[in-house]
């Protein structure tokens, strides 16, 4: 079996630090555990996924800041990221747009691990990257699902907190729209993604 890079070490350390200090004295409990089976079910798949393919360090970097801002909404829960209510204020909305930003950087972020592992398989780099979007629409949709489900099978009383839709019935279809836009962001950098299928 192939070792992980130190770096590689080194940044699931900074993660586990960064989950542990979230984990402190959480602001709802039953929600922060309902939040983190995404946690417990990924990070390991993660890490086996970086073992079979050998993510770059960029792509390990965006992981560690997608993981850390999932963490940080699991603290508060993401309808109630205080740290987010000074943006909400500023720009005079009626709600907290953390969950927004996250599945933003769902888009932004997954793109690059996403694309490293695809193009192992699918050797034309327009084709590996539509193949990438396709990946981060099907992802966010299904996660939406699944937190759907996992309320209605775990805790339904408390579906509001952690769904957090905060009275948008269109809210599953708002967030899953941040992660495409996210990941469309990426075209812009195709000469990186060519390299990048070079480098195979």
């Given amino acids: 079996m192939k070792s992980l890079p130190y770096s590689h070490i080194t940044i699931y350390i900074l993660y586990l630090i960064v989950w542990a200090i979230a984990a402190i ?3 709802y409990p039953d929600d922060w555990l309902l939040e983190n089976i995404l946690d417990f079910t990924m990070v390991p798949l993660v890490i086996w996924l970086d073992i079979k393919y ?3 360090f960029i792509s390990m970097v965006f992981l560690l800041i997608f993981a850390s801002a999932h963490s940080l909404g699991s603290h508060y829960t993401y309808a109630e ?5 000074i943006i909400t204020e500023w720009f005079g909305a009626e709600r907290n747009h953390y969950d927004r930003l996250v599945h ?3 888009g932004l972020l997954l793109f690059h691990p996403i694309y490293e592992m695809s193009i ?6 327009k084709i590996a990257l539509l193949f990438t979007i396709t990946a981060i629409i099907s992802i966010s949709t299904f996660y939406e ?8 099978l775990f805790s339904p009383e408390l579906g509001m907190a952690f769904l957090g839709i905060q009275g948008d019935v269109w809210d599953a279809h ?3 729209l941040q992660a495409i836009i996210g990941a469309l962001l990426n075209l812009l950098f195709y000469q990186h993604y060519t390299r990048v299928m070079e480098e195979q």
Avoid at 120 to 125: A, D, H, L, N, Y
Avoid at 145 to 152: D, G, P, S, T
């Fill in 81 to 85: 990221m205080e740290y987010f209510n």
């Fill in 174 to 176: 708002k967030d899953t």
């Fill in 104 to 106: 933003f950087l769902s």
């Fill in 25 to 27: 004295d959480p602001k």
């Fill in 145 to 152: 699902i699944i937190e759907w489900v996992a309320v209605l």
């Fill in 120 to 125: 192992t398989v699918i050797p034309r780099v």
């Fill in 54 to 56: 050998n993510f770059s």
